[in-house]
């Protein structure tokens, strides 16, 4: 290629490359602390919370290059599940915190065909259970642009045990806490949409750990292609 083309390819691309990640936050059904949101203050973020019910009121494809759920609804009617979905078919990026691996429990395929795991509640056994304030200790198990970064490090942060996990799922991260089952974040299951699902992030003390600020933005840039 002449030098002169290259340069001007160069010059051309820069500024798509540095338009930061349109992240769309959905929030709603659980409380949480405020300092939720230090992790996206980050200028190669640009993020717009949207809690429910208006969350998912419309297809936000165009829209959004990747959705942060930090939600937790029990259920969402036809149409928003629809537009969740056109989300993911678009090849979306979907970054699942914590809490939102307990939405839609009654939707097989939000746990089984994204996510990728799922908290198990009641008539389901065995019932998943939850433990705050665990000192967890995480091991990185796998070299991804989402653990890059990242060493084995220890969180004041909550735990959830018996959860559905799917065999299928890529673990990047682990932890030998008792009160856990031992994956506690991996690389979700849809063939077009990058999903990543990180447990940690329950308050304050997860909140402001900069690993787990690393890891969201790691996941949010991983998501949309970036990293
Ligand atoms: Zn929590």
């Given at each position: ?41 980050d ?10 019910p ?9 829209r ?22 056109a ?49 967890v ?91």
């Amino acid at each position: 290629m002449l030098p002169q083309l290259r340069l001007a390819l160069v010059l051309m691309s820069a500024p798509l490359l540095a338009q930061p990640v349109k992240t769309l936050v959905v929030t709603g059904g659980h409380d949480h602390h405020p300092a939720f949101y230090t992790a996206f203050d980050d200028p190669r973020l640009a993020p717009n919370v949207d809690p429910h019910p208006v969350a998912f009121r419309k297809d936000v494809s165009k829209r959004y290059d990747v959705a942060v759920l930090y939600d937790m609804v029990p259920e969402m009617d036809d149409a928003r599940r629809a537009n969740l979905k056109a989300f993911a078919d678009a090849g979306k990026g979907i970054v699942v915190l914590h809490h939102a691996i307990c939405s839609h429990s009654q939707w097989p395929w939000y746990s089984e065909e994204l996510v990728g795991g799922r908290y198990r509640f009641a008539p389901e056994t065995p019932l998943s259970t939850y433990k705050h304030d665990e000192q967890v200790k995480v091991s990185v198990v796998k070299k991804h642009p989402v653990t890059e970064g990242v060493d084995d490090f220890i969180i004041h942060d909550e735990t959830y045990k018996n959860m559905w996990i799917s065999p299928k799922v890529q673990v990047l991260l682990r932890t030998d806490n008792p009160t856990a089952d031992g994956p506690i974040a991996w690389i979700g299951l849809h063939p077009k949409a990058r999903i990543v699902y990180l447990q940690l992030g329950h308050d304050e003390n997860a909140h402001r750990n900069p690993n787990f600020q690393r890891l969201v933005r790691n996941a949010i840039l991983w998501a949309a292609g970036r990293n």
